[in-house]
């Protein structure tokens, strides 16, 4: 795992007979990688094209059976919790279903399921809306039928000629339109409702056919309906309102029972086309995963061929493809000279060597492959956010295992908090198989519950070390106030209890943050000179890695000796922030010396740095131009970057070294928050409060404490590692290797 497999580039020679044979038995094996080259085959562009009018098809009824099971949800929970439990097959099942069917087949297949789909869909919005509108008929038709009776039977219903309309609208625009009917009509109006489940039905009375006609128009265009405009007969209409005799009410009965029957015949015509679309979107959920990996299959083998080139007047593709070295055996017994399997023979090549020919094509680029297992994979990906290594580059990821939990647990030090985290991420592990692919959001912490585990005991380590278990100190072995001989392990816990508690510890772990800083950004320089050694690259070794080395060395070496001494031998010398400053702006002045010759030692650290900037400035640029390595239009570039590089290393001493004071920093903030809410909460000596308190706690550990800070804690690490560690010595700037199979992914 630290630097990538070794892959080979292999020349390809395909038969045309059985062409598609021999790409999907490649892509069975799953051992190549298609190199792309600018002269693609375009003979299957339309299988493409068709293939992908298929795909849209496939994703059309996968949206609908979706949307179909989230209403089914909501209306119909109990009688189809089956259809409502398609979201879950659709997006958790990822394993491909080898079936014999063919590609024919599954296209046919998919074509009718997806216009069946699109007719019954039709079907029930079309009898849908109808049944909407019969029902809200017969709804108006009673509610007016009663307030016509009520106003005949008014004493003064008579001395004035009264009308009124009759219409239905949407709950929502009940107040809109009553006010803008009020509005529009002066007041001169009277306006009653009924409420039904999704609609309300107006009784506007009105007098004079103007006001009539301008209140329809008002409800029209509001998107209401007048009984009026429904498809009730006009004449059946005016017998049932105006006439009173017997034979007019046994007609107006009958047609109130024509319309319940004909309601009833629509709803229970569209309870059955309901049930019928459940049925059918049963079989395109059970077929989904089928359908899916075949058209996947499919798609993957045209793309594959399409990077294989016809040799003219032949009857042979040929192409080149990345192979892993250790593999190079499984491709050869995929050889074959059958022509009904497809033949295929490959032999090893330089890259490029269809590309040759063309004058301008990109720098070639080795894919990078690292065979990670279950626990290195997050770590891995953690790397690859940043950058994807280059070919043979040692991989950060392997230091990444280390450092970052470490650098977690300096700020998030708690035994308390570190145990919440350990029995989380056990919690994690443990559930990986039921919770995978349902956490949605959090679907990352579930994929990075090895990292948790590894900043979990991190966290309880450091938190052993400073001696804190939830703002309480915990105590190991006897102080040595007591035993007289040295604390054996961390802070000594009589340091909790003093009065200048908060300057010790904070002392301690600024200086802690800076060696800290030492060591890791010392690990990636030492890194930086190992890669040149490896690639073999003697003027960037000579000219930046090892002056770098020196100056970084020196400059916050320095620093880290004069922490040491000052705990080993005294502490009583002034400070070392301004021993730092002074000696950089006043180098032949020195006040208080901390070791004899300390003058001298100063003066020469200082000289060896002031020589390596102006070294690393010129060495290269002048080495390459004495050689003739650079052409002269490129020099004014190549003087620009050494100037450049130079100036971020020397503003980096500072800032990269200033950067692990966060250390000191959010761990200084973790144990503040830690004692107030403790000392707020379940901290009172009163048992009561604690009793009441205790929810508040526990909700603030987890939020604030675990939740805040840890995140805090999570990116101020990530930090750490992704700057001021990679930029020692990372590059960057690779390509993953991805084996040509017919895996399914997630997101398809």
């Given at each position: 795992?630290?630097?990538?497999?070794?892959?080979?580039?292999?020349?390809?020679?395909?038969?045309?007979?059985?062409?598609?044979?021999?790409?999907?038995?490649?892509?069975?094996?799953?051992?190549?990688?298609?190199?792309e080259?600018?002269?693609?085959?375009?003979?299957?562009?339309?299988?493409?094209?068709?293939?992908?009018?298929?795909?849209?098809?496939?994703?059309?009824?996968?949206?609908?059976?979706?949307?179909?099971?989230?209403?089914?949800?909501?209306?119909?929970?109990?009688?189809?919790?089956?259809?409502?439990?398609?979201?879950?097959?659709?997006?958790?099942?990822?394993?491909?279903?080898?079936?014999?069917?063919?590609?024919?087949e599954?296209?046919?297949?998919?074509?009718?399921?997806?216009?069946?789909?699109?007719?019954?869909?039709?079907?029930?919005?079309?009898?849908?809306?109808?049944?909407?509108?019969?029902?809200?008929?017969?709804?108006?038709?009673?509610?007016?039928?009663s307030?016509?009776?009520?106003?005949?039977?008014?004493?003064?219903?008579?001395?004035?000629?009264?009308?009124?309309?009759?219409?239905?609208?949407?709950?929502?625009?009940?107040?809109?339109?009553?006010?803008?009917?009020?509005?529009?009509?002066?007041?001169?109006?009277?306006?009653?409702?009924?409420?039904?489940?999704?609609?309300?039905?107006?009784?506007?009375?009105?007098?004079?056919?103007?006001?009539?006609?301008?209140?329809?128009?008002?409800?029209?265009?509001?998107?209401?309906?007048?009984?009026?405009?429904?498809?009730?007969?006009?004449?059946?209409?005016?017998?049932?309102?105006?006439?009173?005799?017997?034979s007019?009410?046994?007609?107006?009965?009958?047609?109130?029972?024509?319309?319940?029957?004909?309601?009833?015949?629509?709803?229970?015509?569209?309870?059955?086309?309901?049930?019928?679309?459940?049925?059918?979107?049963?079989?395109?959920?059970?077929?989904?995963?089928?359908?899916?990996y075949?058209?996947?299959?499919?798609?993957?083998?045209?793309?594959g061929?399409?990077?294989?080139?016809?040799?003219?007047?032949?009857?042979?593709?040929?192409?080149?493809?990345?192979?892993?070295?250790?593999?190079?055996?499984?491709?050869?017994?995929?050889?074959?000279?059958?022509?009904s399997?497809?033949?295929?023979?490959?032999?090893?090549?330089?890259?490029?060597?269809?590309?040759?020919?063309?004058?301008?094509?990109?720098?070639?680029?080795?894919?990078?492959?690292?065979?990670?297992?279950?626990?290195?994979?997050?770590?891995?990906?953690?790397?690859?956010v940043?950058?994807?290594?280059?070919?043979?580059?040692?991989?950060?990821?392997?230091?990444l295992?280390?450092?970052?939990?470490?650098?977690?647990?300096?700020m998030?030090?708690?035994?308390?908090?570190?145990?919440i985290?350990?029995?989380?991420?056990?919690?994690?592990?443990?559930?990986?198989?039921?919770?995978?692919?349902?956490?949605?959001?959090?679907?990352?912490?579930?994929?990075?519950?090895?990292?948790?585990?590894?900043?979990?005991?991190?966290?309880?380590?450091?938190?052993?070390?400073?001696?804190?278990?939830?703002?309480?100190?915990?105590?190991?072995?006897?102080?040595?106030?007591?035993?007289?001989?040295?604390?054996?392990?961390?802070?000594?816990?009589?340091?909790?209890?003093?009065s200048?508690?908060?300057?010790?510890?904070?002392?301690?772990?600024?200086?802690?943050?800076?060696?800290?800083?030492?060591?890791?950004?010392?690990?990636?320089?030492?890194?930086?000179?190992?890669?040149?050694?490896?690639?073999?690259?003697?003027?960037?070794?000579?000219?930046?890695?090892?002056?770098?080395?020196?100056?970084?060395?020196?400059?916050?070496?320095y620093?880290?000796?004069?922490?040491?001494?000052?705990?080993?031998?005294?502490?009583?010398?002034?400070?070392?922030?301004?021993?730092?400053?002074?000696?950089?702006?006043?180098?032949f002045?020195?006040?208080?010396?901390?070791?004899?010759?300390?003058?001298?030692?100063?003066?020469?650290?200082?000289?060896?740095?002031?020589?390596?900037?102006?070294?690393?400035?010129?060495?290269?640029?002048?080495?390459?131009?004495?050689?003739?390595?650079?052409p002269?239009?490129?020099?004014?570039?190549?003087?620009?970057?050494?100037?450049?590089?130079?100036?971020?290393?020397?503003?980096?001493?500072?800032?990269?070294?200033?950067?692990?004071?966060?250390?000191?920093?959010?761990?200084?903030?973790?144990?503040?928050?830690?004692?107030?809410?403790?000392?707020?909460?379940?901290?009172?000596?009163?048992?009561?409060?604690?009793?009441?308190?205790?929810?508040?706690?526990?909700?603030?550990t987890?939020?604030?404490?675990?939740?805040?800070?840890?995140?805090?804690?999570?990116?101020?690490?990530?930090?750490?590692?992704?700057?001021?560690?990679?930029?020692?010595?990372?590059?960057?700037?690779?390509?993953?290797?991805?084996?040509f199979?017919?895996?399914?992914?997630?997101?398809?």
């Amino acid at each position: 795992m630290l630097r990538s497999e070794k892959v080979e580039c292999v020349y390809l020679y395909c038969s045309a007979d059985g062409l598609k044979n021999t790409v999907e038995k490649l892509g069975d094996a799953s051992v190549i990688q298609f190199r792309e080259n600018g002269k693609k085959n375009k003979n299957f562009d339309e299988d493409l094209k068709s293939l992908e009018s298929v795909e849209q098809k496939l994703s059309y009824l996968k949206n609908e059976i979706k949307s179909i099971a989230e209403d089914n949800k909501t209306s119909k929970s109990d009688a189809n919790e089956n259809t409502a439990n398609c979201i879950v097959s659709l997006e958790n099942h990822r394993g491909p279903t080898k079936d014999s069917e063919s590609i024919i087949e599954v296209k046919l297949e998919i074509e009718k399921y997806y216009k069946r789909l699109i007719d019954l869909k039709s079907d029930l919005k079309k009898h849908k809306s109808k049944e909407k509108m019969l029902y809200q008929n017969l709804k108006m038709l009673e509610i007016s039928k009663s307030f016509s009776m009520e106003a005949q039977s008014h004493p003064d219903s008579f001395s004035v000629h009264f009308d009124f309309i009759t219409a239905v609208s949407d709950l929502d625009k009940k107040d809109m339109i009553k006010t803008l009917i009020k509005y529009k009509m002066r007041r001169n109006v009277y306006i009653k409702t009924h409420e039904c489940k999704d609609f309300v039905i107006f009784i506007i009375y009105v007098v004079g056919d103007h006001s009539r006609r301008y209140i329809e128009d008002i409800i029209k265009n509001s998107g209401g309906r007048c009984l009026d405009d429904s498809h009730i007969d006009s004449k059946i209409d005016e017998k049932i309102y105006k006439n009173g005799d017997q034979s007019n009410k046994k007609k107006e009965k009958a047609f109130f029972t024509e319309m319940r029957h004909e309601y009833k015949k629509i709803k229970k015509y569209n309870y059955n086309t309901e049930e019928q679309l459940d049925e059918f979107l049963h079989i395109i959920r059970n077929n989904f995963t089928k359908w899916r990996y075949h058209l996947n299959k499919e798609k993957t083998i045209l793309q594959g061929m399409k990077n294989l080139i016809k040799i003219e007047n032949t009857e042979c593709y040929c192409g080149e493809a990345w192979v892993l070295q250790k593999d190079l055996e499984k491709l050869n017994s995929l050889k074959s000279f059958d022509s009904s399997k497809g033949r295929f023979l490959f032999q090893p090549t330089k890259p490029g060597t269809i590309e040759s020919s063309s004058s301008n094509f990109a720098e070639i680029i080795r894919p990078t492959y690292f065979s990670n297992t279950e626990f290195t994979r997050p770590f891995q990906n953690l790397t690859n956010v940043f950058g994807v290594p280059k070919y043979r580059e040692i991989n950060p990821a392997v230091f990444l295992i280390f450092t970052f939990p470490f650098l977690f647990g300096v700020m998030f030090g708690d035994i308390l908090h570190g145990l919440i985290l350990l029995s989380l991420a056990v919690s994690l592990i443990t559930c990986k198989k039921k919770l995978d692919g349902k956490c949605g959001v959090f679907q990352m912490i579930l994929d990075g519950r090895y990292v948790v585990l590894t900043c979990a005991f991190a966290s309880i380590w450091f938190g052993a070390l400073y001696g804190d278990f939830g703002s309480l100190p915990v105590q190991f072995f006897p102080s040595q106030y007591e035993t007289k001989r040295t604390y054996p392990f961390g802070i000594d816990p009589i340091w909790h209890h003093a009065s200048n508690k908060m300057v010790f510890i904070n002392s301690l772990k600024m200086k802690l943050s800076l060696i800290i800083g030492f060591a890791h950004m010392g690990l990636g320089s030492l890194i930086s000179i190992s890669n040149s050694i490896y690639d073999n690259n003697k003027i960037d070794l000579v000219c930046v890695a090892i002056p770098q080395f020196i100056a970084f060395f020196l400059f916050l070496g320095y620093l880290v000796f004069l922490c040491i001494y000052k705990w080993l031998v005294t502490v009583t010398y002034p400070s070392l922030v301004n021993t730092l400053i002074s000696m950089y702006t006043d180098p032949f002045n020195m006040k208080n010396q901390m070791y004899p010759g300390q003058l001298y030692v100063q003066l020469l650290i200082f000289s060896i740095i002031m020589i390596c900037i102006p070294y690393m400035f010129f060495s290269k640029p002048i080495y390459l131009i004495l050689k003739k390595k650079i052409p002269k239009d490129g020099m004014l570039d190549m003087w620009i970057t050494s100037g450049i590089h130079v100036v971020e290393f020397c503003l980096g001493l500072i800032s990269n070294t200033s950067s692990y004071l966060r250390l000191w920093a959010v761990s200084l903030a973790h144990v503040q928050l830690t004692s107030v809410l403790h000392e707020f909460t379940i901290g009172n000596s009163n048992v009561l409060v604690k009793l009441i308190t205790f929810p508040i706690y526990f909700s603030g550990t987890f939020l604030l404490l675990i939740g805040l800070e840890g995140l805090s804690s999570c990116l101020h690490a990530l930090r750490l590692n992704w700057i001021e560690f990679f930029s020692k010595f990372y590059k960057g700037g690779g390509e993953e290797f991805h084996a040509f199979n017919f895996e399914v992914k997630d997101e398809e």
